[in-house]
């Protein structure tokens, strides 16, 4: 592979404008000459310096010095494979890192990064020299050992560095860019070796940059995968972006028309044109075919305030013509990677169609670097309990022990242990992967779930019965659900409510369901194998499978075969008290909705000359009125009895129908007829037709029935 082919940033197309591409090799020479005076930085770290300190005027560059002096020490005599100084490497890494704006505690963590790995350097002396949370990052990128774990190492490794990132988002931050200069520089690897490293990096890495919103690295890690992966492909894309440069470019004169609205609008704006990258491209060649002038790039609008998104808004839906299908706010319903913009369309008089994202420039600047934005997101305030400088405090943080499990994303220690550390990204999907990679032992189930669950692209939010919320890829069933509220208690799952509807565990939830889930009382219920088949995050289908393996022949319950409806039947007539206004006609109430007193009531004329009583909401009435039956004036009698039909939803269960019948039986009601249906996934259903000596116990009626062990709901029929 060429090192055109692996590094598109050397391509006049892709590389971002006003940023002068970097001699490593001049670097290298820089690193070989050693020390200079302690007084002033060396001039191979000077432009990681520069970087920094366009983003942290006031940053401390004496702990970057010190952290470069032992890199470069460390790795003296070391090249890499392109015959560069080793030093280029973390230089390079520290530097994508410096111009995304990351802090000092990451940039110096950057430049130890393979210190512990590759040199005689140990964790004890980087703890000593920078402190706990240096020596914690430094440990969670560092990869175990190959001789200790064989052919598992490499997912070993990720699973320590997840679960470090649990601890430090910055952990990830340093392995993606290290990951980005490692594809830069492919091309000196054999082609067989530049596939395996390529499909890690599209499986795992670039799914990781997406979910941390890091989008400068992604999409370059992206067209570089796509290079190698899928060469023609890139050829062609390659072959259409030239052939765009020669042509007229419609977006230029768009971007002129939209400076021109907003500055007689009066918002202050800028309003660039953003090339798209070549991924972006393949995209929308496959989505469209044919390609317009304008599908090559995007415009970007950046202002000061949230409310002159709005504004700039208004004025490109009046002043051109809107295409309402693009329209996305992405502001009001940031996405799950702390994304905000509102995205739009719109068309010229012309006939051109230009893509517009319209954003703050913080808002920018975090959908460029993500979490790397945020500087350090565990900081302290000063002052508080924990903050460095506080009395009685230690101003470094206790580093956390390599490949702990216990923390969760998002909480943890850095500084006082009684304080829970919020991080401001909270990814819901690190805390689930956090929770079942303890369950996946094996470094094979692992790699596949980490894969499986990364190649979720979106998450939904669905609240709980008891108020809590639940965080699910999309496409989670209510299975999935289960899992990720009761563990393996959901094993004995029968059933859930979605918004108060009874609905089965295969049933997919949607963002902003509620879902209420229902377990069994039989202690040795499991899970049915059809479960793995509609269970999509990787915990619920780890405990189904270990569930499933430890039981061959899976559960048995004793009344899982199917068979016929039970029905006991009182055969004394029932009569009811409804008196219709028409001279020796028959009642009947029907058996639809089976009205008791007081009900309002209906009666409808039917064949043979009987009259039906309906109660008035029942839908059979509309039916009636609709076929034009005869409607009769029906009230009811003095008398206090009635006959009604009642249905009794519960879990399966051993003398289930003996019990329903006794509690019947306590509140003097008599049994008319009784009808058992066949279990449905531990769930049975109980149709009572009962005739009750009083109307006004129906409520006190239900509540007995619902009050036997099983049984989750009483309903009218």
């Given amino acids: 592979m060429s090192a055109e082919a692996t590094n598109p940033d050397a391509r006049p197309e892709l590389r971002r404008r006003g940023r002068a591409r970097l001699d490593l090799r001049r670097l290298g020479r820089a690193a070989l000459l050693g020390p200079t005076a302690r007084d002033r930085l060396p001039d191979a770290i000077s432009h990681v310096a520069e970087a920094h300190r366009a983003h942290h005027p006031d940053a401390d560059l004496s702990v970057l010095r010190r952290a470069y002096m032992l890199a470069e020490t460390s790795h003296r005599g070391q090249t890499r494979k392109s015959g560069e100084p080793y030093i280029t490497h973390p230089l390079a890494v520290t530097l ?3 111009e995304l704006g990351a802090e000092t505690t990451t940039l110096t963590a950057s430049l130890l990064h393979d210190t512990v790995e590759d040199t005689e350097v140990t964790l004890d002396q980087v703890r000593a020299e920078f402190g706990d949370e240096v020596c914690f990052i430094v440990d969670g990128v560092t990869k175990v050992e190959k001789i200790d774990y064989g052919a598992a190492a490499e ?26 200069h490692n594809m830069r520089t492919l091309g000196v690897m054999r082609p067989e070796k530049q596939e395996r490293i390529a499909k890690v990096t599209r499986d795992v890495l670039i799914p990781l940059a997406e979910r941390l919103g890091v989008q400068a690295l992604k999409t370059e890690l992206e067209d570089l995968v796509f290079a190698i992966l899928h060469p023609e492909e890139y050829e062609r894309t390659r072959a259409l972006i030239a052939a765009h440069a020669g042509e007229n470019d419609p977006l230029p004169a768009i971007a002129d028309s939209v400076r021109t609205v907003l500055r007689e609008a009066g918002i202050a704006a800028e309003v660039l044109v953003r090339p798209r990258h070549f991924v972006s491209i393949h995209r929308i060649t496959l989505k469209r075919g044919e390609l317009r002038g304008s599908d090559f790039g995007r415009l970007l609008v950046l202002v000061g305030e949230n409310a002159d998104c709005y504004g700039v808004l208004g004025e490109l839906h009046t002043c051109f013509t809107p295409i309402v299908s693009e329209f996305k706010d992405f502001i009001a319903v940031p996405k799950f990677n702390l994304y905000q913009s509102l995205h739009t369309a719109v068309a010229t008089p012309d006939g051109d169609i230009a893509e517009v994202i319209v954003r703050t420039r913080q808002m920018h600047r975090v959908a460029e670097a993500g979490v790397v934005a945020l500087g350090n997101p565990y900081a302290i305030t000063p002052g508080t309990p ?3 400088g506080a009395p009685g405090t230690p101003a470094t943080p206790a580093a956390a022990p390599a490949g702990a499990t216990t923390s969760t994303a998002g909480s943890g220690s850095l500084g006082d242990p009684d304080e829970e550390r919020v991080d401001p990204t909270r990814p819901g ?5 956090l929770d ?9 189930t692992f790699w596949r779930s980490l894969r499986a669950e990364l190649a979720q692209d979106r998450e939904i939010t669905v609240f709980r019965a008891d108020g809590g919320t639940l965080g699910l890829p999309a496409g989670a069933t209510c299975i999935d659900a289960a899992y990720a509220q009761h563990g393996e208690a959901a094993h004995g799952c029968i059933g859930a409510r979605v918004n108060g509807r009874l609905v089965s565990l295969a049933s997919v939830l949607a963002d902003g369901d509620t879902v209420q889930l229902l377990l069994g009382t039989d202690p040795a219920a499991g899970p049915a194998t059809d479960w793995l088949e509609h269970a999509r995050t990787p915990a619920a289908r780890i405990a189904i499978s270990g569930w499933l393996q430890t039981h061959p022949g899976g559960a048995q319950p004793a009344d899982a075969a ?18 219709a206004d028409l001279p ?10 089976t009205p008791v007193p007081p009900d309002a009531v209906a009666g409808f004329v039917v064949r043979g000359g009987a009259v039906t009583v309906h109660r008035e909401q029942c839908p059979a009435v509309a039916q009636m009125r609709t076929l034009g039956r005869t409607a009769v004036a029906v009230h009811w009698r003095a008398t206090a009895d009635c006959r009604v039909t009642l249905t009794a939803e519960s879990f399966g269960r051993p003398h289930l129908l003996a019990d329903l019948t006794e509690a019947i039986a306590r509140m003097r009601v008599e049994v008319i007829s009784a009808t058992v249906d066949p279990p449905v996934e531990g769930r049975v259903r109980h149709t009572y037709t009962l005739h009750l000596r009083d109307a006004t116990t129906l409520p006190a009626l239900m509540r007995a029935m619902r009050d036997v062990p099983g049984v989750y709901d009483v309903s009218r029929a």
Wanted: charged residues 20%; positive net charge.
């Fill in 562 to 579: 199917p068979r016929a409806p039970l029905t006991v039947v009182n055969l004394r007539p029932g009569g009811g008290n409804a008196v």
């Fill in 155 to 180: 997912p070993e490794t990720f699973r320590k560095m997840l679960v470090a990132t649990g601890n430090d988002v910055r952990v990830m931050s340093i392995k993606l860019a290290d990951r980005l």
């Fill in 386 to 388: 924990g903050a460095p």
């Fill in 429 to 433: 999907w690190l805390s689930r992967l």
């Fill in 436 to 444: 079942w990679q303890q369950s996946a032992i094996d470094p094979d």
């Fill in 96 to 98: 994508i890192l410096a």
């Fill in 584 to 593: 020796d006609a028959h009642v009947r109430l029907a058996g639809c909705c």
